[in-house]
């Protein structure tokens, strides 16, 4: 098998407990593929807290088949992800179980991934970093060229929907630390990116205060505690 580490340097797994296989820095505004095998649980943090954490995940054997938010919430009747919940690909079937949620609910199926044209919508001016990109490239990365942005699941990301149907983003409380473990059911491609919106948008602040801050994420195996 080819040592990840030999491909992309920045992914310097740290054996720190007996049970993690890599553990990764997902830089601010940056993007990172991880390979997490069935039965393998991935954990994603906000070490700094209230940053939006995309994230994407692909069958690792046919990545035509991806996470959808979408066939997941009409299947849980809940517009949240929620601990122990079954998160389904776009083809209704198992992908990951929501095995701990150490941020209080506080996230989005909502938003689709940020892109140029989401900054050129609030008046931004030129190229911007965006989720979009972070996906692309680390896809190709892993060697696939994908021409299609799946719907993520945001973690780490405060949106309401109003008794009158408003969708609002209220300012995001999630906490230092905060994390989410998830266990693959199936082998996975999974994609993490720190979202880049730093727009003093009012009403619409996604991370804090505009400041984009790192995630972190690692891969374990074995016993569940
Ligand atoms: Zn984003």
């Not at 601990?83 to 989005?108: C, E, K, N």
């Not at 919106?197 to 016993?223: H, M, P, Y």
Request: charged fraction near 20%; include cysteine; charge should be negative.
């Amino acid at each position: 098998m080819v040592d990840s580490t030999m491909i992309h340097p920045d992914l310097d797994p740290q054996m720190t407990e007996e049970n993690t296989v890599i553990e990764i820095e997902i830089p601010p505004r940056e993007g990172r593929a991880l390979r997490v095998a069935q039965g393998e649980r991935l954990v994603i943090a906000t070490p700094e807290g209230r940053q939006a954490a995309d994230f994407f995940a692909f069958n690792a054997a046919n990545i035509g088949e991806w996470l959808s938010p979408n066939h997941t919430w009409i299947t849980n009747f809940h517009t949240k992800p929620r601990q122990g919940d079954v998160l389904l690909s776009r083809f209704r079937r198992p992908m990951l179980l929501f095995l701990r949620d150490g941020a209080g609910g506080i996230h989005d199926m909502m938003i689709p991934a940020c892109d140029q044209f989401r900054y050129e919508f609030f008046g931004h001016r030129g190229p911007h970093a965006s989720c979009s990109e972070n996906l692309c490239v680390a896809m190709r990365r892993e060697g696939y060229n994908i021409d299609v942005i799946p719907q993520p699941i945001n973690f780490f990301t405060n949106t309401t929907v109003e008794p009158d149907g408003a969708i609002v983003s209220p300012p995001n409380p999630v906490s230092p630390g905060a994390e989410v473990e998830l266990e693959a059911l199936m082998d996975l491609i999974c994609v993490i990116s720190s979202c880049p919106f730093d727009l003093g948008i009012e009403g619409w602040e996604i991370n804090a205060g505009s400041q984009i801050t790192r995630l972190a994420a690692k891969v374990l195996i074995g016993n569940k505690d």
